[in-house]
């Protein structure tokens, strides 16, 4: 079984930036896996974020967040950040690290049901 430990929520003002981070322990010796991060507001459907191919770096962004996040892993540490920069109030949501164990060459990385493993959520508020 696969843990996702995330930290780095909180409440930030519009404008500023946050760094989520989410390590990976237990089984991680899959032959290609990838993480990514997923968002989901009150009364909202769970929003692919970013997400990261293991293997290579090789990086995806949803429209809404790209050119403002960035997302990053530290493959020693198995360890993925998601730096959050420009912040708006839209997004605000509670943030899910996920782990994708057996990446195929055509990846739905932005699919939801892809993914394997799921951390717990950490919250990020971004006040006006």
């Known amino acids: 079984q696969v843990q996702l430990v995330e930290s780095g929520g909180g409440l930030v003002q519009a404008g500023g930036s946050l760094r989520l981070s989410c390590a990976a322990s237990?089984?991680?010796?899959?032959?290609?896996?990838?993480m990514g991060w997923f968002r989901q507001a009150p009364g909202k459907e769970r929003e692919f974020v970013a997400a990261?191919?293991?293997?290579?770096?090789?990086?995806y962004y949803g429209d809404s967040v790209k050119g403002r996040f960035t997302i990053s892993r530290d493959a020693a540490k198995n360890t993925v950040y998601l730096q959050m920069n420009s912040l708006k109030p839209e997004d605000t949501a509670i943030y899910y690290c996920?782990?994708?164990?057996?990446?195929?060459?055509?990846?739905?990385?932005?699919?939801?049901?892809?993914?394997?493993?799921w951390g717990q959520g950490t919250q990020v508020t971004v006040s006006s």
């Open positions: 990261i191919r293991w293997s290579d770096g090789s990086t």
């Open positions: 996920a782990l994708d164990r057996a990446v195929k060459r055509t990846w739905s990385y932005s699919i939801r049901d892809e993914y394997d493993y």
């Open positions: 237990g089984r991680t010796l899959f032959s290609t896996y990838a």
